[in-house]
Every structure is written in structure tokens, then in C-alpha cells.
């Protein structure tokens, strides 16, 4: 598997549209089991990136390009999935600092600092219903040469059974059984389109 840079930048104009087109769903979600914003932040933050991107066609490497957008990011979403989304660029960033392309074990390790990243921020881990439960089967399948979309789809179906203990949606309780955390769509929707950049 190998992500080049102009690549990832395709993935996430794409990735733009697609938090377009859920916008309502996600700020539906977030109403159910938070404050009904998820679906502004995702979209105003993405369609930041997207001004960015089609502002500058030419990176040097996927950090430069990761740097960016997760500066865009930190700048535009605001609430508590800014930050998260923020970090993960961040990390992207110094993960590949003058990689054009990464793959094998760089690849891997870009996505698992990630990760890293944003259970450190959000003091959380898997099984809180969160965006955690969406990243963690796609990193264990990227890592195991494994289905790409069976892992996201996977995560997201078993994410919305679970009760939630981290964000505003911990203040739900129980009533967050049987509904789908916001972030972890919106987790869904950035990694379907990453999934579709990594080719080998
Ligand atoms: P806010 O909760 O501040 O309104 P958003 O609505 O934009 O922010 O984002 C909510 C999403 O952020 C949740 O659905 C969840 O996936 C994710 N999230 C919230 N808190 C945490 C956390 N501590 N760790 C990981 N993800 C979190
Ligand atoms: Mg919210």
C-alpha cells in the first residue's frame, strides 16, 4: 500500500464533498446525543480545507500538505472534534516531514501516531463510542493487509450499539445505545476516501 501526496489531497476535496452531502445526518446525530453541531463543524472545517487545496495544487510532501490541513482545521471546526482532527494531521505531518510518498511501515506508522494522537488529546480509547472505534479497525487492518471498508464498516456498525463515556454524548447515558456517534460517521467518511488514495 503506498499514499502519494497529490493523492492524499484528492482525498480530501473528496472527502469535503463528502461531509457536504451528510452534513444534516451528522448534525441530526449530534443533536440525538449532543448539541447539534457536528455536521457545521465537519463542514465548515472541511470546506476550509477544500479553499486551501484548490488554492495550492503543488505540495513538496505529505507533510507540508498534512501540515495545512490540519492547521485548517485546528483554526475552523472549534468544539471538542476540532482539536481531534486537528491532531490528526498534526501527527500526519511530523510522521511524513518530507515524505512524498509513504509506504509499508512509514505508511503504518503515520496512521498509528494518529491514533495515538487522538486518544492522548481526548483521553479516551476504543469502546467509548467515539471516533476511536472507527480509526482502531481500520489501523489493525491496514497493519494486517486486511479489508479497508469491512474494518470501517465494521467499526461504525459496532460503535453505534455501545454506550457512550467520553464528549458530550457521555452525559446520555444509556440513551446512546442503538444511535450512531456523529464523529465516528464523520471518522468514516475521511477514511473511506483515504482508503481509496492507498493503492499499491
Ligand atoms: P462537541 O462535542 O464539542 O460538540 P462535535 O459535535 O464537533 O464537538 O464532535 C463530537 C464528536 O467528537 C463525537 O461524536 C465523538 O466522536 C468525538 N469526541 C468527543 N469527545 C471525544 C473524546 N474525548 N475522545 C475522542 N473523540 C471524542
Ligand atoms: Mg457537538
Redesign the pocket.
Known sequence: MKLTTNDLRTALLNAADKMEEHKDELTDL?REI??G??GI?MSRGFQAVKKELEAKQDFADLGELSKLVGMTLIKTVG???GP?YGTIFVKFANTWKGVGEAEGDALVSGFEEALEG?KTR???DAGEK???DVWTPFINALKSEGDLSHAIDEGLAHSKTIMAT????SYFGEATKGVQ????LSSSLLLNELKEALHD
Open positions: 449530534d449532543g448539541d453541531d457536528h463543524n468544539g471538542a472534534s481531534l487522538i481526548g483521553k479516551a467515539t471516533m476511536i467520553k464528549g458530550r454524548a456517534d456523529p464523529g465516528a
